[in-house]
């Protein structure tokens, strides 16, 4: 999915999209909760904001040339890039696995290939290639692709409106990455709060970390098979959902028709604001203006409810919250050492 491809043919969703927004009150005044306390948890030793420091003093402002192109000549490339790196650290840790490309004439299918992460949009893939190459023309064989994604999503989340905040490196590219792996690992749109508490929770991290991390979805798209079931059929009851405003309903039904609607057809998380990382998307959810159930469901329910109106209120708490959150994220399954780990040349292809 790219901007341009979105604006053609999701381009009368969009247009009622935004003409819904207008009308549409704002609830964050009735808001009043306590404040959030952003988690922080001890890194793994081996990584470090000066881990280049010797060997790729400019590997940030390598990286930092492609996707500063890149935004401006593929902004979908920003939240495509946020989410690659979501489904690069929940399966098999953050190490460039899900970079990997299915060897020709292989039976098992890499990470990449598996049917979750079909929708990650090309334009992050290529970005990733294009920072590679940048950074091994300067410092050849010495950066992991694992780090350079970390970097990237970073710059994007920043390029977008959200926070910069500083990258630990380290991460050593991984020897795995097999679709069959990528199912159990990652939560679905239609997961359950229970759910996407265990799936979190199985990578170190916590209810507070699920919500301020679905924070991401305040930028980017989503197609209508992500949600259609709520327009019509929620849960077997030939009714739809009932936590979603009526509003909203009439706007993604004139895009998403039940059956035999375009499948490239996609609508925006973050109904008021689309295009700027805020703290918009908990208002929404506050508003049941949600788009995915999951989403929906962290305002509803009472182990979420409290830090969804705590972000909804607070947009340097959102970003300060994310920024750790992120870091925490970052850290999962980190490789290092030959055992598990490579620097590829090419983070397409195996050493
Ligand atoms: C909490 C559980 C989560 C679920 C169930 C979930 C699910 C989804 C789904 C279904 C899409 C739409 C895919 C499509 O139709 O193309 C999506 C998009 C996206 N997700 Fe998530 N997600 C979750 C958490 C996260 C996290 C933790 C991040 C990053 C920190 C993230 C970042 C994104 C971004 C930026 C997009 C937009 C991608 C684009 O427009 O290209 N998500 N997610």
Redo the contacts with the bound molecule.
Sequence with gaps: ?SFSAFSSSSFTIFMFLFFFLLILPSSNSLLNSPSINATLRRQPRQLSVNYYAKTCPKVEILVGSVTSQMFKDAP?S???T??L??HDC?VEGCDGSILISTKPGSKELAEKDAEDNK???KE?FEGMNKAKAVVESKCPGVVSCADILAIATRDFVHLVGGPYYQVKKGRWDGKISKASRVHQN????N?TVDQ?LK??SSKGLTPED?VV?????T?????C??FVNRLYDYKGTKKPDPSMDPRLLKALKMSCPQFGGNVDI?AP?DVTTPFSFDNAYYGNLEAKLGL?A??QA?SLDPRTKSFVQDLAKDKHKFFQAFAA??DK?GSIGVKRGRKHGEFRKDCTMHM
């Design positions: 999915m979908a920003g939240p495509a946020i989410r790196f979501f929940f929708d990650l949009a992050a990652l939560p679905q749109s997961s996407l799936f979190f699920l991390l679905s924070g991401a979805h930028i980017g798209f989503a197609h098979k992500q996609v998380f995915l999951s989403d962290l959150a992120m994220m």
